[in-house]
């Protein structure tokens, strides 16, 4: 079965305090990806990334950066997390080989709340 | 702006019913459509798929209507059981998917026993 790991479920954090979020996925997949889940609100793309080292903003990047070193990892960061930023964050995964369907596998997500 | 309108926002069921939520899509472009259902605490998990190459999919209780000339699609649950209840999120893609998908905002879904 596929795995996408967040390492982190819960953390709470302080408003200016800088955050790591950190996803593994074991399937040597090429596409990963940050999403933000808030009520109401559904799934929001935040960055993705389609390579090591290449990154593109999705449709709500402000206030987020992200990186990949190795492909099996891919990492969000708050620079200086502020209390709107509390939600709950799904990192995923999929292949790049059509054949596959290119399912879009998620972790678990990461409930960030900023105090 | 790539958009993926979900309906309704929420819906209660009797078990054994036959639940429906819909969807409408603008971009002609989106090649998949997929459905995926999520359990409180856990990530969302693909549940269906579906390619505007076809009007219908089915598994199990579960099956996707594609109407590609109003761009609407729906999942229908059969038989709905208690154990259904969760939210369900359609969602959209363009070509390889390397971008990721597009979301609806999701419907919570209550099966009543």
């Known amino acids: 079965d596929v795995k996408v790991t967040q390492s982190s479920r819960y953390l709470v954090k302080r408003t200016g305090e800088k955050v790591f979020l950190e996803c593994v996925q074991d399937?040597?997949?090429?596409?990963m990806f940050w999403y933000r889940q808030d009520p109401g609100l559904g799934l929001r793309l935040i960055y993705f990334?389609?390579?090591?080292?290449?990154?593109e903003k999705g449709d709500i990047p402000e206030g987020y950066s992200v990186s990949r070193e190795k492909k099996e990892r891919f990492s969000l960061i708050l620079e200086s997390a502020s209390t709107n930023q509390t939600s709950m964050y799904l990192c995923?995964?999929?292949?790049?080989?059509?054949?596959?369907?290119?399912?879009?596998?998620f972790g678990e997500g990461s409930w960030l709340t900023v105090v | 702006q790539q958009q993926v309108k979900q309906s309704p926002q929420s819906l209660i069921v009797q078990k054994g019913g036959i639940s429906i939520i819909n969807c409408a899509y603008e971009?002609?472009?989106?090649?998949?459509f997929p459905w995926y259902q999520q359990f409180p605490g856990k990530g969302p998990a693909l549940l269906i798929a579906?390619?505007?190459?076809?009007s219908e999919k089915k598994e199990g209780r579960f099956t996707i209507s594609f109407n590609k000339s109003a761009k609407q699609f729906s999942l229908h649950i059969m038989d709905s059981q208690p154990g259904d209840s969760a939210t369900y999120f359609c969602a959209a893609r363009i070509g390889g998917g390397a971008d990721g998908l597009t979301f609806g905002k999701g419907t919570h879904l209550i099966i009543q026993p």
């Open positions: 579906i390619r505007p190459d076809v």
């Open positions: 399937m040597d997949h090429e596409n």
């Open positions: 990334s389609y390579d090591v080292k290449m990154k």
């Open positions: 971009n002609t472009a989106f090649d998949y």
């Open positions: 995923a995964s999929s292949s790049s080989s059509t054949g596959s369907g290119n399912t879009i596998y």
